[in-house]
């Protein structure tokens, strides 16, 4: 009797059970035709969520599999299910005893070659949610995070994306001209593909850093330390944009574990950036070399873990979402993306469905939608005094929270010029004509009591087309800042 066990993922069944592609193709399951479908998605994915997602029933497909010789087991909602060698239990048992080894001072490469030996027919993504189920357990996020340097040992120092690509040019097959081949698995400009292409850049950057450091050319080792400092702002894509999302869908483990990583190499290229002298360069040596390896290790746990999982769970609003976001933090270790296409198509079509008024008691805008209450109350909280000019220069609207200028209720609807003394109207008048023009769409103006410095930003306020809609004044009182830094300082 032939035993299949559902809670395996597709690809690793069809490798045990070869003919089983024939029955998923008759059940429904056409995308497992595709080598690279099979390859990427066949390793993130179960026969069970895959028929949740096409509408196939499980009677159906149990019934099929029974026809064809099967017992199956790992059946969701089966109490008593049996367990197998390979099977999630197992393998929580296995991490288990490796994180054991490690604390209890193990060698870390002798943990490394018993990894390997157990793991390397498995799939990365079910090491991952047997990450997931150790924290699940109870186990503190510290000690599964010890397995992180355990993964690029995987597959012997090669990327699960280089081995499909030796796989698939044996096989005959086009991989794409990307210098990642799993590329050819989203979409040109995709969030995953810019991102992709982010650590393609940033790779480059480590390559350089580990040959300076390999010639102790410290001066080089130091250039490539400063910028990759910017790692933060592409880590922080990651885990301010992407994260969430996983998060939403209940996967919180691999978010954890990679955050508290992503911080520890983000604290110490900062340190290394700063201090990195030639006089100091032996005895930093060691750790400018793990630092550099360390965020090797990460873009493999993105590629390899992180990118699959995105990809399995996340839904194609929250890619769009992603799309959206990502170019506000601007981009890194790149100068550049190409647009995605139906990204773009998509966006444009949910802009026009957007309501630009109050619908149902609530305001809707780019960034979300909110009643008036919830906007009064946000109003209300905000450190900074708000007056909104429009296109005609009226008064049509302001916040006066923190009261450092008066802003009387009987200013609205009003004239800006009648609201200032007559001394100040033409520079005023001044500001607003180059706003409308063109020449300038910020200043930003301190008073000069150091005592009580208080800051006014001027800025120009437009439209996506640039059609300008007005002018915001924004008022902010920095005196308890300054009491607070002269405190920290010791100044009185």
């Excluded at 790992?74 to 994180?99: F, H, S």
């Excluded at 706003?435 to 306020?461: C, L, Q």
Aim: proline letters at 4%.
């Amino acid at each position: 009797m032939k035993v299949i066990d559902l809670r395996k993922n597709v690809a690793e069944l069809v490798s045990e059970y070869p003919e089983l592609k024939g029955i998923m193709v008759e059940l429904g399951f056409k995308d497992i035709t595709s080598p690279v479908a099979l390859k990427f998605m066949g390793k993130v994915m179960t026969i069970p969520k895959g028929a949740a997602i096409k509408g196939i029933p499980m009677d159906r497909i149990l019934t099929a599999l029974t026809e064809n010789g099967f017992q199956v087991t790992g059946v969701p909602g089966q109490e008593n299910e049996v367990v197998l060698p390979g099977t999630a239990e197992d393998r929580n048992t296995k991490l288990k005893n490796l994180i054991l080894r490690l604390n209890q001072g193990e060698d870390l490469e002798s943990v490394r070659a018993d990894f390997v030996r157990d793991f390397e027919s498995v799939s990365v993504h079910d090491i991952v949610k047997a990450e997931q189920g150790l924290i699940d357990d109870g186990l503190p996020m510290q000690e599964v995070q010890k397995l992180c340097d355990l993964h690029s040992a995987l597959f012997h120092g090669k990327t699960e994306a280089e081995l499909w690509a030796e796989e698939e040019r044996n096989a005959g097959l086009k991989v794409a001209a990307h210098e990642d081949p799993s590329v050819s698995i989203v979409a040109e400009g995709h969030p995953v593909d810019v991102l992709r292409r982010e650590n393609t850049a940033l790779e480059k950057v480590l390559d350089h850093a580990l040959e300076a450091l390999q010639a102790e050319d410290v001066s080089s080792l130091s250039e490539a330390l400063k910028k990759l400092r910017k790692i933060d702002i592409l880590y922080s894509k990651k885990e301010s944009i992407l994260m969430p999302m996983l998060l939403h869908h209940g996967v919180t483990g691999p978010n954890d574990v990679m955050w508290g990583v992503d911080d520890e190499i983000k604290a110490e290229v900062a340190r290394l950036s700063q201090t990195l002298t030639g006089e100091n360069f032996a005895a930093e040596k060691a750790s400018a070399k793990a630092v550099l390896n360390r965020m090797k290790e990460m873009i493999y746990k993105e590629e390899n873990i992180f990118f699959p999982l995105c990809l399995e769970h996340l839904t194609e609003e929250e890619w769009l979402d992603a799309y959206r976001d990502l170019p506000e933090m601007g981009f890194v270790f790149i100068d550049s993306a190409p647009k995605w296409t139906h990204g773009e198509e998509a966006l444009a079509a949910r802009r026009k469905t957007m309501p630009a008024n109050m619908t149902d008691g609530l305001l809707y805008f780019p960034g979300g939608k909110l009643n008036m209450a919830q906007l009064n109350g946000l109003f209300k909280v905000l450190p900074i005094d708000i007056t909104f000019i429009d296109e005609n220069d009226i008064n049509r609207f302001f916040t006066n929270e923190g009261r450092v200028f008066s802003r009387p209720l009987s200013a609205l609807d009003r004239s800006t010029y009648e609201c200032h003394p007559e001394r100040v109207k033409p520079m005023v008048k001044k500001l607003l004509d180059d706003f409308k023009s063109g020449a300038r769409d910020y200043m930003e103006v301190w008073t000069p009591n150091d005592d009580h410095p208080v800051r006014v930003i001027y800025a120009a306020v437009r439209d996506e087309k640039g059609t300008y809609l007005g002018a915001a004044e924004l008022v902010e009182d920095f005196t308890a800042v300054k009491e607070r830094f002269d405190e920290k300082a010791g100044r009185k």
